[in-house]
């Protein structure tokens, strides 16, 4: 088991932009060792007074639409031309399936991984999507204390964990291609609503008309959702991380969405709304994982489930036995 430090000694790496202690931290509070978790929420607490200090940019897109090509170039960018520290983080749930993991694995975004302005984590392998939500939300915040003032959240656009993003971040960022339809796509319902702005990838050589045409298309259709609290009307702009276009663009777009919406107060409303969905989120788990783990259910469960699968037992009432049994 690698060494633990006190609390003070985690916060005080993390504040002086320690990347090994920072790397320690988010370890920890990825750990579901019970005396590390305890450990971790003494870390956050001393470290969450400087957090908060960053824009938290969401990325996804189906694998293949060119995120970890486009974070790269989208990142060098960020990291040259406006002097930033970038972390990116990854979501990415369907790695306890593979084994292997799609975002993060090493061989990617070598030339930022290779900046110190960079930090770069792949996604907690082995964890349900619960799990890996919590702790990259509290390794933003690690990565904020530690001075990064751009978060980016990269998600594959496959399952459950675009929502779980959206509930994290201050921008959402939906990259998409030209000439495949949505279905093609895997881009779900619900999807597209949720994006303060899509980037077409790609648009290079021969594939620069068919990005133009799909960005008409799109920036039609986003117009057709009414705006939601922040104000925001969703752009739709073409970029290619091949050429280095419409980069600077992108981030006028994230730029002008941060001074509209901290203007009119929704900035800062999302941050307080996001706090509290995570701590019913948390509380929620929480008592389900105690449930589960409670010795009443463990004895109970086998028979009771058969009983509703046969239909002799209703789920209700079942239900309601073993919550009583807990108390
Ligand atoms: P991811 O699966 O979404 O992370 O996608 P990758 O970044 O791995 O890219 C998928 C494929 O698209 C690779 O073959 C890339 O070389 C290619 N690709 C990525 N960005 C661009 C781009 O800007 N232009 C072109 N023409 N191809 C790109």
């Not at 960020?78 to 990854?90: F, R, S, T, W, Y």
């Not at 959206?166 to 319902?189: C, R, T």
């Not at 790609?202 to 057709?224: C, F, R, V």
Request: proline share 5%; aromatic share 8%; net charge negative.
């Amino acid at each position: 088991m690698p060494k633990r430090f006190t609390p003070e000694e985690y916060a005080q790496g993390v504040l002086a932009g320690n990347r090994v202690l920072l790397s320690r931290a988010i370890t920890l509070v990825e750990s579901t060792l019970p005396s590390d978790q305890t450990l971790a929420h003494e870390v956050m607490e001393l470290v969450l007074p400087h957090a908060g200090k960053s824009v938290r940019v969401g990325i996804t897109g189906v694998p293949g639409v060119g995120k970890s090509t486009f974070i790269e170039a989208f990142g060098n960018y960020l990291l040259e031309q406006h002097g930033k520290k970038l972390a990116v983080l990854a979501i990415d749930p369907t790695s306890q399936r593979t084994g292997g993991s799609i975002l993060g694995d090493k061989t990617r975004m070598e030339t930022l991984a290779a900046n110190p302005s960079a930090y770069i984590r792949p996604s907690p392998a082995g964890k349900t999507l619960g799990g890996v939500a919590r702790s990259t939300r509290e390794s933003i915040l690690l990565c904020e204390a530690a001075g990064y003032d751009v978060i980016f959240v990269e998600t594959v656009g496959v399952g459950q964990s675009e929502t779980a993003v959206h509930e994290m971040v201050d921008f959402f960022l939906l990259l998409m291609l030209a000439g495949a339809g949505d279905e093609l796509q895997g881009i779900k319902k619900g999807i597209m609503e949720m994006a303060d702005a899509v980037a077409i990838t790609k648009a290079d050589g021969a594939n620069l008309h068919p990005a133009t045409s799909a960005q008409a298309e799109y920036q039609g259709a986003l117009h057709l959702f009414p705006l939601g609290a922040s104000k925001w009307s969703p752009r739709v702009t073409v970029c290619s991380a091949y050429d280095k276009t419409g980069l600077a663009p992108l981030w006028e777009t994230v730029m002008d969405y941060v001074t509209l919406t901290q203007e009119n107060g929704s900035f800062a409303q999302r941050r307080k709304d996001q706090n509290l969905h995570w701590l019913k989120h948390s509380i929620r788990q929480s008592l389900e994982e105690r449930f589960y783990q409670h010795p009443f259910v463990q004895e109970q469960w086998e028979q009771m489930a058969q009983q509703v699968v046969q239909g002799q037992k209703s789920p209700f009432a079942a239900a309601e036995e073993l919550l009583q049994g807990t108390k």
